[in-house]
């Protein structure tokens, strides 16, 4: 999968859900905190996961872009649930454009993980990092390739 391939589907997925902007990263991200990722699991046709580690900022952002509020304004859950929802429709997407638009794939639930995720054996992985305002994020995909 190419950077400027899954730049394209960050993009879109974000300015539709979020209303964000996404960019490459930039060369002097701004200091901030992780906090917990997001993963998804899929197991057909092969086996992989993809993982977005965003700081708090932009958290905040899409939460209260999708909301509509202030993110003070909403429980722990409904931002959760918000970013578990990104992070579902931006996978089924980037899914889609890997395998294709005919081939069908499982995909597990999100979840929130306070660790990173533990790396298959024999998968490879992929790290690419994006940018809103001065924020990098990073999405991470990890597939076992027969």
């Known amino acids: 999968m190419t950077e400027d391939s899954v730049l394209s589907v960050v993009r879109a997925t974000f300015e539709e859900m979020t209303f964000l902007d996404v960019g490459p990263a930039g060369p002097n991200?701004?200091?901030v905190e992780s906090g917990p990722i997001l993963f998804l699991p899929y197991s057909h046709p092969r086996v992989g996961?993809?993982?977005?580690?965003?700081?708090?900022e932009i958290k905040f952002l899409s939460s209260e872009n999708i909301y509509?509020?202030?993110?003070?304004?909403?429980?722990?859950?409904q931002i959760d649930d918000?970013?578990?929802?990104l992070l579902n429709v931006?996978?089924?997407?980037?899914?889609t454009l890997h395998f294709g638009e005919q081939s069908g794939y499982v995909m597990g639930l999100p979840t929130v993980l306070f660790d990173e995720p533990i790396a298959d054996h024999g998968a490879e992985t992929q790290d690419f990092v994006f940018q809103i305002d001065?924020?990098?994020?990073?999405l991470t995909w990890s597939e076992v390739v027969p």
């Open 49 to 56: 996961s993809l993982s977005l580690s965003m700081p708090k």
């Open 68 to 77: 509509g509020e202030s993110w003070k304004e909403l429980s722990s859950e």
């Open 134 to 138: 001065a924020y990098q994020f990073h």
């Open 90 to 95: 931006l996978v089924g997407r980037l899914l």
């Open 82 to 85: 918000s970013l578990l929802e």
């Open 29 to 31: 991200p701004a200091k």
